[in-house]
């Protein structure tokens, strides 16, 4: 019968596995303080929101927006 206070695994298994725990936990505290952290982007809902001004085209004095498209040499 084998002794029982025979190590059963070397060293460097037990620190791989040591920092195998510590990088689970530091994935975890950064998880959990996403989650805590206040949003300081809006709703997307709100962004996509359009007023009846602006789908009226623009005002008196503002310039009007040209597509323009440049050619490319040799394409």
């Known amino acids: 019968m084998a ?5 059963k695994t ?3 298994k037990l620190m791989r596995e040591s920092r195998l ?8 505290a ?3 303080a996403r989650k805590r952290a206040p949003t300081d982007h ?3 809902a709100e962004m996509l929101t ?3 001004d602006e789908l009226a ?3 008196t004095g503002q310039p009007v927006l ?10």
């Open 10 to 12: 070397t060293m460097a």
């Open 50 to 52: 359009v007023t009846t």
């Open 30 to 32: 950064r998880k959990d």
């Open 42 to 44: 809006q709703d997307p």
């Open 66 to 75: 040209e597509t323009t498209v440049e050619v490319l040499p040799g394409a």
């Open 21 to 28: 725990r510590e990088r689970r936990l530091d994935k975890q």
């Open 57 to 59: 085209g623009p005002q």
């Open 3 to 7: 002794s029982s206070s025979k190590q």
